[in-house]
């Protein structure tokens, strides 16, 4: 069974940071892409970032491109995403995705995510 478990969020004042954390397990494949996206109320979901084992490209979308970091630690199977300089705008649940041959599939920039975890939530006050 493949399980993604973010952790990692809370509330924080805008200019904080936060640091999310996602395990991964029981994924097959050393060739995948892991990543990060986020659903406000009342929006649609939007690809926030991604890594690619392949490659190691990133992507970062543009609204949190230089302020937050994705990097991973391979030997923990964990993808961490680094949020400085946070705003209230960026207040939403956070999911931690990766590439899963299942069949839904959710493109954030040049990768593809095929499972997503239950979603972490931040929020950012003014």
């Known amino acids: 069974e493949v399980q993604l478990q973010a952790s990692g969020g809370g509330l924080v004042q805008a200019g904080g940071s936060l640091r999310l954390s996602c395990a991964a397990s029981?994924?097959?494949?050393?060739?995948?892409?892991i990543g990060w996206f986020r659903q406000a109320p009342g929006k649609e979901r939007e690809g926030v970032s991604c890594?690619?084992?392949?490659?190691?490209?990133?992507y970062y979308a543009d609204s949190v491109k230089g302020r937050f970091t994705i990097s991973s630690d391979n030997a923990k199977n964990t993808v961490y995403l680094q949020m400085n300089r946070l705003k209230p705008e960026d207040t939403a649940v956070y999911y931690c995705a990766r590439y899963s041959d299942s069949g839904s599939y959710y493109p954030v920039g040049p990768c593809l995510f095929g499972s997503w975890g239950q979603g972490t939530q931040v929020t950012v006050s003014s």
């Open positions: 029981g994924f097959a494949g050393d060739d995948y892409a």
């Open positions: 890594m690619k084992s392949s490659d190691g490209i990133t």
